[in-house]
């Protein structure tokens, strides 16, 4: 059973930074891509940030604050985010892709992030 789990959400002032955490465990197999996702209340969830391999792409509001990587050793991804801002604010998702012939699609319970002053 695979299973993703974050950490690092928090409460971060406005310019403030954090980063996010999401270790993989159970997976026999690499993980094709890894990304993070977020959804603020009231309304759908939304692709911040996504790796595969080399190759990374933000969501526009993101691009040049946030940055994704990946240790595929340890089977973990993070989220080093800056100048944060309200509009931030949200619970993140960790997302891992596996492909076997069969595409697999798993998701952490999600950390919450509150950007406020």
């Known amino acids: 059973q695979v299973q993703l789990e974050e950490s690092g959400g928090g409460l971060a002032q406005p310019g403030g930074s954090l980063r996010l955490s999401c270790a993989a465990s159970?997976?026999?197999?690499?993980?094709?891509?890894m990304a993070w996702y977020r959804q603020a209340p009231g309304k759908q969830r939304e692709l911040v940030a996504l790796?595969?391999?080399?190759?990374?792409n933000y969501l526009d509001s993101v691009k040049g604050r946030f940055t994704i990587s990946r240790d595929n050793a340890e089977k973990t991804v993070y989220l080093q985010m800056k100048n944060l801002k309200p509009e931030d604010t949200a619970v993140y998702y960790c997302?891992?892709?596996?492909?076997?012939?069969?595409?697999?699609?798993?998701w952490g319970q999600g950390t919450q992030v509150t950007v406020s002053s």
């Open positions: 790796i595969t391999g080399e190759s990374t």
């Open positions: 997302n891992a892709v596996v492909i076997t012939g069969t595409k697999y699609e798993y």
């Open positions: 159970g997976s026999p197999f690499a993980f094709y891509s």
